[in-house]
C-alpha cells in the first residue's frame, strides 16, 4: 500500500512541475516521473523477498531477474535524456522568456 501511495505521489508531483513553464521544473518532473516508473517496475516483479535465482533452489521461489533488468535500462535512459534535457534549458534562446514572466524580453537592437 505504501509502494502504491509513493508512485501516485511521485507522478503527480512529476506533472504538477511539467505543467509549469519553466524547462528546469519540468526536467526535475522528468526526473520524477522516471522514479515513479522505477519503482512500478519493481513492484511488477514482486516486492516479498525471495532467494537468488542461481542458489539450486525451486525456480518459483527465486526472484524474477526481469523487472531489474528493465530498470537498470530505464535508468539509464532517463540518465541520457535528462542530460539532454539540461542542455537544452541551459542554452535556450535568449528571448524565449520562460526564466522570469514579469520582466519582458530585452532584444537588443543592431548598432548604426
Known sequence: MILALTIGLLVAGAAYLMLDRSYLR?????????HAVNLLLFASGGIQRRGEPLEGTDP???A???????????IVIAFAITVVMLVLAVTGRPGDDTADRERPAVRSEPAR
Open 64 to 74: 524474477d531477474p526481469l523487472p531489474q533488468a528493465f530498470v537498470l535500462t530505464a
Open 60 to 62: 518459483a521461489a527465486a
Open 26 to 34: 519540468a526536467v526535475l518532473g522528468f526526473l520524477m516521473l522516471g
